[in-house]
């Protein structure tokens, strides 16, 4: 049972455009979400998160957008730079429970 | 300190070995996780402790034991695991039941 879904497999983006990552989850009790982003061989590094009583918050190039109605949130970077790359894992928690979606892999081009 | 620290970082263990996986952290967290990463995959949630008491067990097979000695230790014992068990284990720790939450490096286990 997915609760947190990525349909996203991969994206490629050119350098300084916007990148726009999709998450959606099914479970209603999730009430904090978040962003990691990962490089391969080390654990998730936390990027950015928001409560469910906000529907964005920003931090530099990265936002994150949460419309609870549609149960989906997602990641705006912008501009896109080539070290953005990597594999971003979407994250809902509640109730001491934390779940991953399958992530996406983005790749920034120079 | 701001970090959640793993040993080892690797492990290479035969089925009858039995072994033991470090996690530490001294943020004050009294939320404490293992997840399991299989490659391209995301993380899998194995166990939650929460104020050094277990309250989640995915369903994961009896050959992992978890132990929490302290609010800032965690271990996770393993015994008589099986090659498909090779994975990268993932620690981490959160303040409370939501929020940000803080992962260790990892350790990758090779089971032969």
Redesign the interface.
């Known amino acids: 049972d997915q609760q947190v879904k990525q349909n996203s497999p991969s994206l490629s983006v050119q350098e300084g455009r916007i990148s726009i990552l999709n998450c959606d989850y099914t479970n209603s009790m999730f009430d904090y979400f978040l962003w990691y982003k990962k490089y391969p061989a080390e654990g998730p590094t936390f990027l950015i998160s928001i409560s469910s009583i906000k529907d964005k918050n920003e931090d530099g190039r990265f936002t994150v957008f949460l419309n609870k109605s549609a149960k989906h949130l997602s990641l705006h970077i912008v501009p896109s730079q080539p070290g953005d790359s990597a594999v971003y894992f979407c994250a809902a928690s509640g109730g001491g429970d934390m779940r991953f979606g399958a992530g996406t892999r983005l790749t920034v081009k120079p | 300190d701001t970090e ?1 620290t ?1 040993t080892p970082k690797h492990l290479v263990m035969g089925m009858t070995n039995k072994k033991s996986l470090k996690c530490e952290q001294h943020m004050g967290h009294r ?1 404490m ?1 293992w997840y399991k990463q299989k490659a ?6 194995m166990f ?1 402790y ?1 104020y050094e008491k277990l ?2 067990n995915e369903s994961v097979p009896s050959r992992f034991s978890p132990e929490c000695p302290n609010s800032s230790l965690l271990n996770l014992h393993l015994h008589a695991l099986q090659p498909e068990d090779s994975a ?1 284990y ?1 620690c ?1 720790s959160s303040q409370r ?10 350790t ?1 286990l090779t089971v032969v």
């Open positions: 959640v793993q939320a996780y391209k995959k995301p993380p899998e949630l939650v929460s309250s989640i990268l993932l981490a039941d939501s929020g940000g939450y803080t992962f260790g490096s990892g990758r």
